[in-house]
């Protein structure tokens, strides 16, 4: 069997986990799940553009999906955010 790696930062595996968890199957179902759901969607050009700007994007950023990371505020005197579970698993 062929294996494709999915290197995940830990905010971003906390929430899948999460979900698996709460699903009662192992994480990668849900990736597999995931990858299912935009395989049968892959026509859309849209689906095309989304993969195109989350590779742009996600070597600075973590979705909104995952946990938060500590937040640096560009404000001097303000305290980093603490990190949080998602709000959307």
Known sequence: MSALK????GEE???VERLAAMLNVKAEDVVY???NRL???AR???I???IVQTKAWRPDNLPLWSD???SVHAYEG???DEPQPSRYV
Do not use: R
């Open 68 to 70: 938060s990371a500590h």
């Open 33 to 35: 799940a995931a990858l």
């Open 39 to 41: 395989m049968l969607q």
């Open 48 to 50: 095309h553009e989304e």
């Open 6 to 9: 999915l290197h995940l930062d």
């Open 44 to 46: 859309d050009p849209a």
């Open 78 to 80: 303000k305290h980093d």
């Open 13 to 15: 595996l906390a929430a």
